[in-house]
């Protein structure tokens, strides 16, 4: 399986797409053009992958893109934050892991585009207001259309509550907003978690493609200190993730990264998600029209 997906990574970037694009990052994503991207996703949809096997294949293409508090935001025409709303040569956490998602339940560029928007805004509109910023409180919530919580499938007896107020008026004055219209009231959120303690105590619970937040321990206006994918590959686990750790995205073997992020005082533990069964089947594509129909 390994050797037939990067065969296709590597074809990808050799198909004719008019234009060659220009190298912007050490990450082979880094040096595709949309044209190519759209080519690999129309191929690879048709491979008999599931979403979370592509989840793998995308999350790869990534490693090495440099690290950006501004990889994306609400588009050139936004009153704030007018940053792209697709960034190829540079991500962050949360970044990394919506254009990852987008891209594994796509098969093509265009579909991609649109996916990334319903995943990243509120019923895919774009603006400051209706973005998924709070990844447990907003993010986790709006694309449950997508995603189950799993927390408390992965930790068992060793799974813990966590509840947080969030407040988005708090949220969008610290970004200089005035105009508070629309905005969610404040809300106390429980979560479920699993300790860091306990995480190697539940491996065999975590599967390919997780999604995951990492939580904050004494914070009390916010959950998630950072989003991670946590991918198995050659037997083993592997968080990869987009931090200002080395600026850059990379990966570290299951064990190694719970011994260097484990013993932290400033994390809680990690929630989980993963991609709904019925939507993680072979050769699986979400159009972006159709989500309308599973979120009812």
Not at 161 to 169: D, P, Y
Not at 180 to 189: A, G, M, S, T, W
Not at 212 to 240: C, T
């Amino acid at each position: 399986m390994k050797k037939i997906l990067t065969g296709l990574i590597v074809l990808s970037l050799f198909i004719s797409c008019g234009k060659e694009s220009k190298p912007v990052s050490g990450a082979v994503v880094g040096r595709m053009s949309h044209a190519q991207v759209d080519s690999m996703l129309r191929v690879n949809s048709t491979k008999n992958y599931t979403v979370t096997e592509r989840i793998r294949l995308y999350s790869e293409l990534f490693l090495n893109t440099p690290y950006s508090w501004h990889a994306t935001g609400d588009g050139p025409y936004a009153l704030y934050e007018s940053w792209p709303l697709v960034s190829l040569d540079s991500t962050n956490c949360m970044v990394y892991c919506e254009h990852v998602l987008a891209m594994a339940i796509s098969d093509s560029w265009d579909h991609f585009f649109n996916n990334l928007q319903q995943i990243r805004y509120q019923n895919g509109i774009i603006g400051m207001k209706t973005r998924n910023h709070y990844t447990m409180a907003d993010w986790r919530l709006e694309n449950d259309w997508i995603l189950n919580d799993v927390s408390a499938k992965v930790g068992g007896d060793y799974t813990r509550k966590m509840t947080r107020i969030i407040s988005h008026e708090n949220f969008f004055r610290g970004k200089g907003l005035s105009d508070l219209r629309y905005v969610k009231p404040d809300r106390k959120i429980t979560v479920d978690y699993v300790p860091m303690e306990h995480l190697a105590d539940v491996k065999e619970n975590i599967r390919n493609g997780d999604i995951v937040a990492l939580l904050y321990a004494h914070k009390q206006n916010v959950f998630s200190a950072h989003m991670l994918m946590i991918i198995e590959k050659d037997g083993k686990l592997f968080f990869r993730e987009a931090s200002t750790s080395n600026y850059s995205t990379f990966e570290t073997e299951f064990h190694e990264w719970l011994d260097w992020k484990g013993g932290w005082d400033r994390y809680a533990g990690i929630a989980f998600m993963r991609v709904k069964p019925q939507i993680n089947k072979p050769n699986a594509v979400i159009l972006p029209h159709k989500i309308s129909d599973l979120k009812d």
